[in-house]
């Protein structure tokens, strides 16, 4: 089972820029597909970016697209969020997840504590 841990978050002005980290446990870290979510108090968790542990392939919501960036470095056991031109609507905590190893589709069955994002107009 992996453990995941963000860091990262915290207050920046619209226009600005933050990058979060998601680093993960153990020695198969290349097996998963990693994904960030966000989430807003009251609100349904929304899937923002995921990359493929098969080919790094990736996935954006269309909320994010074009500013997010989502990138994984295997030899660090990290996989990262770059947030450019950053809005008050991306405000949210910020989720990293995993599925199961060597799986691509389906549930995200391991989660980070979250990371809050806000961004001030």
């Known amino acids: 089972q992996v453990q995941l841990v963000e860091s990262g978050g915290g207050l920046v002005q619209a226009g600005g820029s933050l990058r979060l980290s998601c680093a993960a446990s153990?020695?198969?870290?290349?097996?998963?597909?990693m994904g960030w979510f966000r989430q807003n108090p009251g609100n349904e968790r929304e899937r923002v970016a995921t990359?493929?542990?098969?080919?790094?392939?990736?996935y954006y919501a269309d909320s994010v697209k074009g500013r997010f960036t989502i990138s994984r470095d295997n030899a660090e056991n990290t996989v990262y969020l770059q947030m450019n031109s950053l809005k008050p609507e991306d405000t949210a905590v910020y989720y990293c997840?995993?599925?199961?190893?060597?799986?691509?589709?389906?549930?995200?069955?391991?989660w980070g504590q979250g990371a809050q994002v806000t961004v001030s107009s």
């Open positions: 153990g020695r198969t870290f290349g097996t998963y597909s």
């Open positions: 997840a995993a599925r199961k190893p060597y799986t691509d589709y389906g549930a995200f069955d391991y």
């Open positions: 990359i493929s542990w098969r080919d790094s392939s990736t």
